[in-house]
Each structure stands twice: as C-alpha cells, then as structure tokens.
T-cell receptor, first 116, second 112 residues
Framework: GAGVSQSPSNKVTEKGKDVELRCDPI?????LYWYRQRLGQGLEFLIY????????KSGLPSDRFSAERTGESVSTLTIQRTQQEDSAVYLC??????????????FGPGTRLTVL | SQQGEEDPQALSIQEGENATMNCSYK?????LQWYRQNSGRGLVHLIL?????REKHSGRLRVTLDTSKKSSSLLITASRAADTASYFC????????????FGAGTRLAVHP
C-alpha cells in the first residue's frame, strides 16, 4: 500500500476485555514500531521489530501487553484484561532499517482505544 | 525519563510571524528528527539532522543542532494557519539503533 495502515481506527471496550490492534507497514520496510500516546502527551515507545531479530520489548508497560509480527508484514498489538489507564491512541510506524542510525519513520493514523 | 523535551509547551502566534521551538535531550545521539502531528493522530516526518551537522534547511523550516548543549531548535518562518499542529523532536540514542525517544511536544497555534 501507499502508507502505513492501522485498524480499527477507533475501539471502545469494557474494562477487563482483551483487544487486538492491527498494523500494516509499508511494503519493504523491515522495521516496525508501536507507540502509545495519551491525551496531550508525547509518544511512548512500546516495542520494535526488525526483520527476524528478537523484538525490543523494553517499552511494554506490563505483561498484559504483547505484540507479534508475521515476517516483515502485518503486526498485531494485543492488550489483555484492559484497564481504563490503557485508553490512548496507539500508533504504528515503519521504516527502512539502517545499520548505523535511525531513519525516517512513517506513521499510520493510529487506533484510538477507549476503555470504559 | 524522556530523552527529548520541547519548550515551550504551547506557542500562539499570528500568521506571517516566525515560530521557534526548542528541544533538549540527555544522552549522546546519532541523529535528531522533528515530526508534526495534526489532530492527535499520525505523525509526519519533517526533517532529520545528524549529530555531525549543525544546521539544516527544508523550505520554510530551519533546524539547528548543538551537541555540546544537547539541544536543537526548529524555526518555521512566515508561518501560516495551516502550520497549526503539535511538533515533536525525537532522538536516536547512540548505540540504540532505530529506537526513537519522543518529547512531549510543542502545540503551535497560528492565527489568521
């Protein structure tokens, strides 16, 4: 596709339910990132995938959060037993990978998650 | 703690004026990037400046980097109402390849 896509665009769920968010990166981009953005705040890094390397999960806030990526394509972020504090916009980004430094990241439109 | 921190948190100016936003960071970096966000959704990359560069231009944007002070500034010249958005700096820590740390952002409002 032309850009990074995410689905759903909005998700409202009840506290305690599980949710799954999807990200389709730009074709050919080997690096994929998930971020969380609470209202009026900056982006919090959650997790980073690069090719077949072990993902960098250092930003996941708790064991209720997990993410998977199929090869160099689609990624899903799963939040189990959602809490009201999980309410935020979840942003996905992809980039070409450079050995020595970061490259421009291309962001999707995000999924706005509301936990009631 | 956050790697990048912007100031001011909010900036309100008239069309035609220049807008300057600053970013400070704590550790050595490979590069620093500026992004723009409209309406709290996806971010758009504006400009990337490498640690061995001091200034970079792109259209009405001018970015400076002072690695001795661990700070950067983004200048938007001749601002337009369409420049209204939040602006974030993001740093790539040296040795932490491809992992960007974002600041809290500056909310810019440009009034016609």
């Amino acid at each position: 596709g032309a850009g990074v896509s995410q689905s759903p665009s909005n998700k409202v769920t009840e506290k305690g339910k599980d949710v799954e968010l999807r990200c389709d990166p730009i074709s050919g981009h080997t690096a994929l990132y998930w971020y969380r953005q609470r209202l009026g705040q900056g982006l919090e890094f959650l997790i980073y995938f690069q090719g077949n390397s072990a993902p960098d999960k250092s930003g996941l806030p708790s064991d209720r959060f997990s993410a998977e990526r199929t090869g160099e394509s689609v990624s899903t972020l799963t939040i189990q037993r959602t809490q009201q504090e999980d309410s935020a916009v979840y942003l996905c980004a992809s980039s070409l990978w450079l050995l020595e430094a970061s490259n421009e990241q291309f962001f999707g439109p995000g999924t706005r998650l509301t936990v009631l | 703690s956050q790697q990048g921190e912007e100031d001011p948190q909010a900036l309100s100016i008239q069309e035609g004026e220049n807008a300057t936003m600053n970013c400070s960071y704590k550790t050595s970096i490979n590069n620093l990037q500026w992004y723009r966000q409209n309406s709290g959704r996806g971010l758009v990359h504006l400009i990337l400046i490498r640690s061995n560069e001091r200034e970079k231009h792109s259209g009405r944007l001018r970015v400076t980097l002072d690695t001795s002070k661990k700070s950067s500034s983004l200048l938007i010249t001749a601002s337009r109402a369409a420049d209204t958005a939040s602006y974030f700096c993001a740093t790539d820590a040296a040795g932490g390849y491809n992992k960007l740390i974002f600041g809290a952002g500056t909310r810019l409002a440009v009034h016609p």
